[in-house]
């Protein structure tokens, strides 16, 4: 394990409230990723992150924005949950290296009724 | 169409049985992964591959660069090896493209 927490692992929220996810890493990992798992699909990539203050869109993108003010720290916002963004997002950290393996966070539920 | 396709989507094994999933790809790639991800939901790296074939206990991986196809075999397996089975490969702009996973399960 490279040291990944995501906080919270479980959330239930309403439709139109603003929703943060957390990842936490400890191994100063360079890269850092925000995924969304959904039945039927691969995990898909939603944000990413290739340093502090520097991140870039992903496939699934919309509705979604992130920070990284630090290097241990990647956040994803949801500015204003909805149903379609029901589902498991998983954060994920690569060393550096354009092969690194990629190490996954234990994941976060969320439920937008 | 997924540029990672796997097949099967879902495998029933007997204890002790040899089981293999396939994966093919049609994006160019650095990198092939294979990826478990348990019944609790983590997901772990079990392989990364840019050619030829990796062995680790039971498992097997292979890779064929010019038909875009790889393998992932178990031997001698067990009701532990149940879980969902995902390929992933990073291509040539260094993005992780995901299989839509195996589900495989193992019945003593």
């Known amino acids: 394990d490279a040291g990944i927490t995501q906080s919270p692992r479980h959330k239930v929220t309403e439709t139109g409230t603003p929703v943060t996810l957390r990842c936490h890493q400890t191994?100063?990992?360079?890269?850092m990723y925000w995924y969304r798992q959904d039945p039927g699909h691969g995990l898909r990539l939603i944000h990413y992150?290739?340093?502090?203050?520097?991140?870039d869109k992903g496939e699934v993108s919309d509705g979604y924005s992130v920070s990284r003010s630090k290097t241990e720290d990647f956040l994803l916002t949801l500015e204003s949950a909805t149903s379609s963004q029901t589902s498991v997002y998983f954060c994920?950290?690569?060393?550096?290296?354009?092969?690194?393996?990629?190490?996954f966070g234990p994941g976060t539920r969320l439920t937008v009724l | 169409k997924n540029e990672v396709e796997q097949s099967p989507q879902n495998l029933t094994a007997q204890e002790g049985e040899f089981i293999t999933i396939n994966c093919s790809y049609s994006?160019?790639?650095?990198?092939l992964h294979w990826l478990q991800q348990h019944p609790g939901g983590g997901i772990v790296s079990l392989f990364m591959?840019?050619?030829g074939k990796k062995k680790h206990g039971r498992l097997i991986a292979t890779i064929n660069i010019q038909e875009k196809h790889s393998s992932l075999h178990i031997t001698a397996s067990h009701p532990r090896d149940s879980a969902v089975y995902i390929c992933?490969?990073?291509?040539?702009?260094?993005?992780?493209?995901f299989g839509a996973g195996t589900r495989l399960t193992v019945k003593p």
């Open positions: 994920a950290t690569r060393l550096a290296g354009e092969t690194d393996t990629q190490y």
């Open positions: 191994e100063n990992h360079r890269y």
């Open positions: 992150s290739y340093g502090v203050k520097d991140t």
């Open positions: 994006v160019g790639i650095s990198a």
């Open positions: 591959l840019s050619s």
């Open positions: 992933a490969v990073t291509d040539n702009n260094n993005d992780m493209r």
